[in-house]
């Protein structure tokens, strides 16, 4: 197990790239649900698919079948628990033993609080000696550094911050690398570059003699660097420090709103947030688009969370299972899942909940 006190080298994995799709970073929000799920609601899990890379935030129980459902190959590098309740981590035993059985060499990384090894070697199956792959823990100890770097691959990383919740939480966020800025090719072809070796040249910031024997500068012809895509995943907390600074700038934000300000004693009791206080935190954190999630099942329906959301966070919506949403994508187009405007009661509303 590596303890995280800062930054962890990249490493290699040795899988072929997946396919399609290449060049996207997908988010799909696997379940919706807090602590019990419903008919049309699932306990909570996020894939984050890209280049053929697969990491999964949470992982409640039934997750396997939701990947099985999304489509979505199980070459999975990476998972990171927010807190040890339930309905966040009891889908890993099922999911990891599957793994198991097929046979996979590939080794797989866990991060999350550091009793998470603890929790996952008692399983049976589930020993060192037991499974064909390598279960690389990474352990968040109470007062870790916010913004440590918990994983980091060629292209992105992902950093950890605490969350306020009533047992130790953290959230994540996934950044890409920096993108350069655009290249003007007219205004460079136009001073006479013709070769795509100088082309590329000014594009990665390298000055280019034209034929004319005048150097060409690159900052007069690639625009300002485009900022990363990233991924905030904020569940389970209070609105706080940690969940704003995961949230800043971010291009999509995952944040649990479990209640509406009806219930605000009953989030500030159970370390939750309201669906206003989610958009408080993506407003205030300057998010470019807000999924809610981690729905309480005394909503059946999330429209009056959604609702109360938009008062503060205009574009804000209800995070949909199975659906893809594209990372950084203007508008957020998505192509719909199959559960995508399905709505039916869910089997819990009537009750106390228990939500954790
Ligand atoms: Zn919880
Ligand atoms: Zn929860």
Wanted: net charge negative; with cysteine.
């Amino acid at each position: 197990m590596s303890r995280v006190r800062g930054y962890i080298a990249p490493r290699r994995l040795s899988f072929p790239l997946h396919p399609l799709p290449l060049l996207l970073t997908e988010i799909i929000p696997l379940g919706t649900a807090s602590a019990t799920p419903t008919r049309t609601r699932h306990l909570s899990a996020c894939a984050l698919r890209r280049q053929g890379r697969l990491l999964l935030f949470d992982c409640g129980e039934g997750t396997q079948y939701r990947l099985l459902e999304a489509g979505i190959s199980r070459r999975l590098d990476a998972v990171f628990i927010t807190h040890l309740h339930g309905d966040h981590v009891y889908g890993l035993p099922g999911m990891l033993s599957t793994l198991g059985l097929m046979g996979r060499p590939e080794p797989i990384t866990l991060v999350g609080p550091a009793d998470l090894e603890r929790v996952v070697r008692a399983l049976p199956g589930l020993g060192v000696d037991d499974l064909p792959f390598a279960l690389d823990f990474v352990a968040l100890e109470e007062g870790f550094a916010p913004g440590t770097v918990v994983y980091a691959q060629a292209g992105f990383s992902v950093t950890a911050q605490p969350l306020e919740h009533r047992i130790f939480c953290a959230g994540y966020r996934y950044e890409e690398a920096p993108r350069p800025g655009r290249l003007d090719a007219a205004r460079a072809r136009a001073a006479g570059v013709t070769a795509p070796a100088d082309f590329e040249a000014l594009k990665a910031g390298r000055p280019v003699t034209a034929p004319d024997g005048r150097v060409l500068d690159p900052a007069e012809y690639v625009g300002p660097a485009r900022p990363a895509p990233s991924f905030a995943y904020v569940l389970d907390t209070r609105p706080c420090d940690g969940g704003r600074a995961l949230a800043q700038g971010a291009s999509l934000l995952l944040h649990e709103a479990t209640f509406t300000q009806r219930h605000a004693a009953r989030a500030v009791e159970t370390g939750h947030s309201t669906a206003r206080q989610a958009a408080e935190v993506a407003r205030d954190a300057g998010a470019r688009r807000l999924l809610l999630t981690h729905f309480s099942a005394r909503y059946p329906d999330p429209a009056p969370l959604v609702e109360e959301a938009r008062r503060v966070f205009p574009s804000a919506e209800a995070a949909e299972e199975l659906r893809v949403y594209v990372l950084g994508e203007e508008g957020g187009k998505g192509k719909e899942g199959e559960e995508g405007e399905e709505r039916k009661e869910g089997m819990g509303s009537a009750h106390e909940t228990g939500d954790t």
